[in-house]
């Protein structure tokens, strides 16, 4: 019924009672793309309707492309390109985010094996969802996809969010350890938005630090958010921690935050997220070997 499945085969498939809904506000819509978007995610996994996308992360100064962050999109047949922030938090309910999670590190392993052999020397930044944080066997996991692919640790980032240290604190360092011990980066993402503890960014002393881009979207104008911004590259710093800025759209954007000496750039002004082929196009449009 899915394959080919036009909307009103789809919804009938519910009822066809139930047909009329697609007409009422946007709200029960939403309801209604939840409810079958939570009871397909085990059906979209085993049919390949998950794919990733990929988004540079440059170096400031030079905008050479020195990562890739992997962002999974669902590619739906009725609802059509799913972003993550509507089906991850559905996939951490149901505990299948962690073979989505385990699908997206092989996809994303394999692809940098073939861009390293052809030349293109970038790393990968993978988002860890809590759940497959937590997992206990996350490291064994990671060493098998590392070498099935013959990739050395260093070409891997995982992103994580502090998230993980509200739930097991010590277990969570405890793993971050483990990783880095395996030589692999980790990155704190999403770090300013909301709730930010220095405290936990001490604990954790990440490699890299990715500052929300709620902070840079009212840069320069906003003295606030400027002056955190500054700060907290300065911090980073001392710590010996390197820094991307995420979320830089505008020229005036790169510029202002290039005068704060950051590390990194991410965002739609080097560009969007793009499928795995408009990647390989702009590495070998910007990096060619
Ligand atoms: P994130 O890790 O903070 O990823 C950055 C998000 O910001 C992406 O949204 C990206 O498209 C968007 N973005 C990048 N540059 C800009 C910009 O200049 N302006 C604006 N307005 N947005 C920008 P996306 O791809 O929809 O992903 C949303 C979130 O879903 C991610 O936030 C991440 O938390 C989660 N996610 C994505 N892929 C995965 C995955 O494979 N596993 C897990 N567990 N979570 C994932
Ligand atoms: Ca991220
Ligand atoms: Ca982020
Ligand atoms: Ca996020």
Redesign the pocket.
């Known amino acids: 019924l899915m394959k080919n499945a036009g909307l009103g085969v789809y919804l009938a498939k519910k009822g066809g009672h139930h047909t009329y809904r697609i007409y009422s506000p946007s709200a029960n819509v939403e309801t209604y793309k939840l409810f079958y978007l939570r009871n397909e995610l085990q059906y979209a996994l085993h049919n390949d309707q998950f794919l990733?996308?990929y988004?540079p992360i440059v170096q400031a100064g030079t905008d050479e492309i020195v990562t890739v962050?992997?962002?999974?999109r669902w590619n739906h047949p009725v609802w059509g390109i799913v972003?993550?922030?509507e089906f991850?938090p559905l996939a951490e309910e149901s505990g299948l985010?962690i073979k989505?999670?385990e699908w997206?590190l092989k996809t994303v392993c394999r692809k940098l094996r073939e861009w390293h052999d052809a030349g293109y020397m970038v790393k990968g930044s993978?988002?860890?969802?809590l759940t497959?944080f937590l997992q206990a066997d996350l490291i064994g996991v990671i060493e098998r996809i590392l070498h099935e692919n013959g990739l050395d640790p260093e070409w891997l980032i995982l992103?994580i969010t502090e998230t993980a240290m509200w739930v097991q604190k010590d277990k969570a360092l405890e793993k971050i350890a483990q990783l880095r011990a395996l030589g692999i980066t980790i990155s704190l993402?999403?770090f300013g938005a909301g709730y930010a503890s220095f405290k936990n960014l001490l604990e954790i002393k990440p490699d890299t630090l990715k500052i929300?881009?709620s902070i840079v979207k009212n840069i320069p104008e906003d003295k606030d958010s400027t002056e955190i911004l500054t700060s907290l590259i300065q911090l980073a710093h001392r710590l010996s921690i390197l820094v991307v800025v995420?979320?830089?759209?505008t020229e005036e954007q790169k510029e202002f935050v290039l005068g704060l000496e950051v590390d990194r750039m991410?965002?739609?002004?080097f560009s969007?997220?793009v499928s795995e082929e408009n990647m390989q196009k702009l590495l070998e449009r910007t990096a060619k070997p």
């Open positions: 990733v996308y988004q962050e992997a962002l999974i972003r993550p922030d991850i985010i989505i999670g997206v993978v988002n860890l969802s497959q992103e993402d999403d929300d881009r995420e979320g830089v759209e991410q965002g739609y002004l969007r997220p």
